[in-house]
């Protein structure tokens, strides 16, 4: 029996640890170890792009990066995106908005992929938006109301008034 490393990370704003052996994937993990089911596994070799995270705030397949690589990092999961009362984010509420989505699949890791690059840059041309996202694939859609919704976060975002960041935003338990 192989030997189990201790990891300890935050994810999503909170403090998590847990065992795994050196080979497991962060999306094992995450999902296994951790209950965070919401990061899916498409082809587990950093193809797909559905199982996307964000660590320390840049987009990851974590299907091929080690658990013990996010060792002392920060994560972000499709959990984590929503705001504390469970209200959807901008990019969320434009994917529905737009009908980004149909199977779901591939939704978790595109919101990721489209979140950081808002972070980065909040108001992306088409180009910046093929770019980020043209990792990710996505079998039902056919793309063109991704990259509307994403222009349509950008445009949620940049017209929304300033808030405060909300303390009760760490406040789980
Ligand atoms: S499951 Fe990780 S890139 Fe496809
Ligand atoms: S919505 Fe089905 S794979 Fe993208």
């Known amino acids: 029996m192989g030997s189990r ?16 052996p050196a080979r497991t994937s962060l ?5 296994d170890t951790l ?8 082809c ?5 792009g559905a ?3 964000l660590l320390d705030g840049a987009p990851v397949r974590s299907c091929i990066v080690l658990a013990v690589q ?3 990092h920060a994560v972000t999961t499709i959990e984590g995106v929503s705001g504390p009362d469970g209200r959807l984010s901008p990019v969320q509420e434009a994917f529905c908005q737009a009908h980004a989505l149909q199977c779901g699949y591939c939704t978790s890791g595109m919101v990721l992929a489209a979140q950081a690059l808002l972070d980065e840059c909040p108001h992306p041309g088409r180009a910046e938006i093929d770019e980020a996202l043209g990792g990710n694939i996505c079998r039902c859609t056919g793309y063109v109301q991704i ?8 445009r949620a ?5 300033a808030e405060p960041v909300a303390e009760e935003a760490v406040a789980h338990d």
């Not at 209950?35 to 498409?42: E, I, Q, R």
């Not at 587990?44 to 797909?48: I, P, R, T």
């Not at 990259?147 to 950008?154: F, S, T």
């Open 5 to 20: 490393h201790e990891i300890e990370l935050v994810v999503n704003g909170e403090a998590r640890r847990g065992t795994a």
């Open 27 to 31: 999306a094992d993990f995450l999902r």
């Open 35 to 42: 209950g965070l089911t919401g990061t899916h596994l498409g």
């Open 44 to 48: 587990e070799h950093g193809v797909c």
């Open 51 to 53: 199982c996307t995270v």
């Open 70 to 72: 996010a060792d002392g």
């Open 147 to 154: 990259r509307e919704a994403v222009e349509q976060a950008a």
């Open 157 to 161: 975002i940049g017209s929304a008034p």
